[in-house]
């Protein structure tokens, strides 16, 4: 049952320092619970914990896994998932949600985390996100991260409000990489392969600048889409892709039927009777 908040400002005897003492503890107590502010318009956020894997490794539940995927939202390369399992005796100083660390800081952490924990990463292709949509592409890959450990895990968490297809228990925390340290540790790696790919698959198909935007739909990527037309790396069916390939690759579109052609209606009048 919720706890009960009574206005103590009505009870008799109550002095004005006293009523100045509780709203001073009050207001200490709720600072506690919020973001601390740094300055006008900066508030520091706590950085994710490993609280809720320690409580089930408190419960006899262990192995747990974290995972996370990089890579919904470009218009070229693979959706990337990892699954990291730390070690509670050896967990990396620093780890974070990969978004709000540097290249350099996501770098340093990774190769700290791929020494200390056990780590698997499975990767989604174009074709396969052309085939089955970027959802679906990036759920499968989440499960085959997981499925890919070394060791089974007996309870996963995962990034953002799916769930995934494995042989355990599976929570899915919405903003779970800046809560749940394992899954900012597969953030991190799946960030890192991911941005590594994309710097390998600029040596394969250069003037796009994959190396610098890591195929994110920057104003730089969608002219020199529009300027090259789509390359093999593209997903075909993301709406600026369609676009530039209608440009330069007209012969690959399929025409639109004609609403008023002229149809041919076959019809019959024979009438069979049985007696």
Request: hydrophobic content about 45%; glycine content about 8%; charged content about 25%.
């Amino acid at each position: 049952m919720p706890a009960m908040i009574r206005d103590q400002s009505k009870k008799p005897g109550r002095t004005k320092a006293a009523s100045g003492a509780a709203t001073k503890v009050g207001a200490a107590k709720g600072a506690a619970k919020s973001p601390a502010k740094l300055g006008k318009g900066v508030i520091a956020v706590a950085p994710p914990s490993f609280r809720r894997e320690r409580a089930l490794l408190k419960q006899g539940v262990w192995p747990v896994a974290g995972c996370d995927e990089a890579g919904r939202g470009p218009l070229a390369g693979p959706v990337v998932a990892a699954a990291v399992i730390l070690d509670p005796d050896r967990i990396p100083k620093g780890l974070d949600d990969s978004k709000r660390l540097t290249a350099e800081q996501r770098e340093l952490l990774f190769d700290k985390i791929c020494k200390t924990a056990a780590f698997a990463v499975a990767i989604a292709s174009p074709a396969r996100i052309d085939r089955d949509n970027i959802l679906r592409a990036s759920l499968w890959a989440l499960s085959r991260a997981v499925k890919a450990l070394p060791e089974a895990p007996r309870h996963v968490f995962v990034d953002g409000r799916d769930r995934i297809d494995v042989d355990c228990n599976c929570e899915a925390v919405i903003g779970g990489d800046g809560l749940v340290m394992s899954i900012a540790a597969a953030s991190i790696v799946a960030k890192v392969t991911r941005d590594r790919l994309m710097c390998a698959l600029a040596q394969d198909c250069p003037g796009y600048g994959f190396e610098q935007h890591k195929g994110y739909a920057v104003p730089e990527h969608l002219a020199a889409l529009d300027r090259l037309g789509p390359s093999v790396h593209h997903r075909s069916l993301f709406a600026p892709v369609v676009a530039a390939r209608r440009k330069h690759q007209p012969w690959t579109e399929a025409p639109e039927p004609d609403l008023f052609a002229e149809v041919t209606v076959v019809t019959s009048t024979e009438i069979s009777l049985e007696a």
